[in-house]
C-alpha cells in the first residue's frame, strides 16, 4: 500500500509538471498576441493588475479551504479554471472577456499551487523526506515539456499562421491533465482532512500561518522564497530586452529572435539538468543543503558574469551565462521548500497547503514591490543594470540557506544534549 501511495504521489507530480509546462506554450508569444489584437500596453498592465490581485485575494484562503475539505477536487477546479482561460483569451481585444481570463487564470493557478504540494505530502504516509524527489520530479517533467510546448507552440503559429492555434491546442492538453487528476485514485486522508482538524476556518487559518511564524524553519523558508522573488522578477519580466541589450524589442530580427530561443531552450534544459542532480542527495543531509548555498551563490557570480557578456557584446557566451543561471536559481525555491517539508513535524501536515498559501502571499507582495521600485527608476538607466538586483537577491539566498543549515544543526545538538 505504500508503494502505491508512493507511486500515486509520483504521478500527481508528473502531471502537475505537465501542467505547468503546457502553461509555457502560448507564454512565449502572448503578450504579442494580445498587441496584435489591438489591445495596448496600458490595457496590458491592467489585465496583470487584475491577475495579481486576484491571486492575492484568493491564493491563502484556497490552500486553507483544501486542507480543510477537498485537496483533490480544489486541485480539479484550478485545471478547470484555467481551460476557461484559452477561449477566453481568443475574443480578443474583448477587453471584458480578457479580464475574466486573467481572473480565470489566477482563480486556476490558486486552486493548485498548494493544494497540489498537500495532496502529494499526505500520499507519502509521513515520509516528508521523499517530498523533495516528487518536488525534483515535477521540476525535471515541467522544465524538459517546457521546451517541447514552447517549439510546439512556435510551430503553431507558424504553420497555421494564426496564434489563437496555440490557445486550441493548450485547451485540448490541459483537459487531458485535468482527466488524469480526475482519474487519480486518492484516500479519505488525501482528499479531506477536515476530520482531523477542528475548530472553525479562521482557527485554521491561524495555525497555518503559526506553522511558518513559529519555527525556525518557516521563517527560514518564508526569507529565502521572498529574497528569491525579489531577484527573480528581472529574471522573469525583463530577460527579453536584457538579452538584446539596446535593440529594438519591437522589431526584431531572425537572428535575434534564434538568440531568444536558444535563451529558453537552454534556460529550462539547464534547470532539468539541476533538478536531475540534486535529488541525488537526501534533503536532510548536510550536502544538500550546501549545494543550496553554492547554487545561489554561483548564480549571484554569474549575474555579474551576465552584465559583462552583454555589454561586451558576447551573444553566445551571454546565452550560456544565462542558461546555466536558469538552471542554478530554479533550485533555490523548490530547495527551500523541500528542506521546511523535510523538518516539518506530523501533525502539521494538515496545515501545508495553507503554509505554502502564506509563503506564496508573501512572494506576491514581495513581487508587487520590486516591480513598484523598478518602475520608479530614471529611464536613462539600461535593463540591462537591473541584473544587479538579481545577483545581490541569490546571494543573499545563500547566506540564508547557510544560517538555516547552521540553525538546523544546533537545534539538533540542543536536542541530543538534553
Known amino acids: ?38 489591445i495596448s500596453i496600458s490595457q496590458l498592465a491592467i489585465l496583470q493588475i487584475v491577475f495579481s490581485a486576484t491571486v492575492l485575494l484568493l491564493d491563502f484562503p484556497l490552500s486553507v479551504f483544501a486542507d480543510r475539505y477537498y485537496r483533490k477536487q ?22 471584458t472577456a480578457l479580464l475574466f481570463s486573467e481572473i480565470s487564470y489566477a482563480i486556476g493557478i490558486c486552486s493548485i499551487s498548494g493544494a497540489i504540494e498537500g495532496w502529494v505530502l499526505s500520499s507519502l504516509d509521513g515520509k516528508h523526506d521523499k517530498f523533495s524527489l516528487c518536488a525534483h520530479l515535477c521540476e525535471r517533467v515541467s522544465s524538459f515539456g517546457s ?36 482519474a487519480a485514485k486518492s484516500s479519505k486522508k488525501n482528499i479531506r482532512s477536515s476530520s482531523k482538524i477542528e475548530g472553525n476556518f479562521v482557527k485554521q487559518a491561524l495555525e497555518s500561518i503559526n506553522v511558518i511564524s513559529t519555527s525556525r524553519s518557516g521563517k527560514y523558508f518564508i526569507l529565502i522564497s521572498c529574497t528569491f ?12 530586452p536584457i538579452m538584446l541589450s539596446d535593440k529594438n524589442i519591437g522589431s526584431i530580427s ?5 538568440v531568444l ?29 550546501m549545494l543550496t548555498v ?10 555579474i558574469v551576465l552584465f559583462l557578456l552583454i555589454t561586451n557584446r558576447h551573444d553566445m557566451l551571454s546565452v550560456l551565462a544565462f542558461s546555466i543561471i536558469h538552471g542554478m536559481i530554479s533550485i533555490i525555491p523548490v530547495g527551500a521548500q523541500n528542506i521546511f517539508i523535510s523538518q516539518l513535524k506530523s501533525d502539521d501536515e494538515k496545515y501545508i497547503s495553507g503554509s505554502l498559501g502564506i509563503v506564496s502571499l508573501s512572494c506576491r507582495i514581495s513581487s508587487i514591490i520590486i516591480l513598484g521600485c523598478i518602475s520608479l527608476l530614471p529611464r536613462n538607466i539600461p535593463v540591462v543594470d537591473y541584473i544587479f538586483i538579481s545577483a545581490v537577491a541569490y546571494i543573499l539566498c545563500g547566506f540564508y540557506f547557510l544560517k538555516w543549515s547552521s540553525s538546523s544543526k544546533e537545534v539538533i545538538y540542543d536536542s541530543q544534549s538534553q
Open 229 to 240: 522573488t525579489l531577484g527573480v522578477q528581472v529574471i522573469y519580466h525583463f530577460w527579453q
Open 74 to 95: 480544489i486541485v480539479v477546479i484550478g485545471v478547470f479554471f484555467t481551460i476557461i482561460f484559452y477561449p477566453l483569451c481568443t475574443l480578443s481585444p474583448n477587453f
Open 147 to 182: 521546451v517541447i510546448t514552447g517549439t510546439i507552440g512556435i510551430f503553431a503559429v507558424y504553420f497555421y499562421g494564426s496564434y489563437k492555434a496555440g490557445y486550441l491546442i493548450s485547451m485540448v492538453l490541459m483537459f487531458i491533465v485535468l482527466g488524469i487528476f480526475l
Open 261 to 289: 530561443l536558444m535563451c529558453h531552450v537552454g534556460a529550462f534544459s539547464s534547470q532539468y539538468l539541476a533538478n536531475s542532480y540534486l535529488p541525488k542527495f537526501n534533503v536532510q543531509s548536510k550536502m544538500y543543503s
Open 254 to 258: 531572425n537572428k535575434e529572435l534564434i
Open 294 to 303: 553554492i547554487f545561489s551563490i554561483l548564480s549571484s557570480g554569474l549575474c
Open 1 to 38: 500500500m505504500r508503494v502505491q501511495n508512493v507511486n500515486t504521489a509520483k504521478m500527481l507530480s508528473v502531471n502537475y509538471g505537465l501542467y505547468n509546462a503546457i502553461r509555457m506554450l502560448i507564454g512565449v508569444y502572448h503578450a504579442a498576441f494580445l498587441i496584435s489584437t489591438g
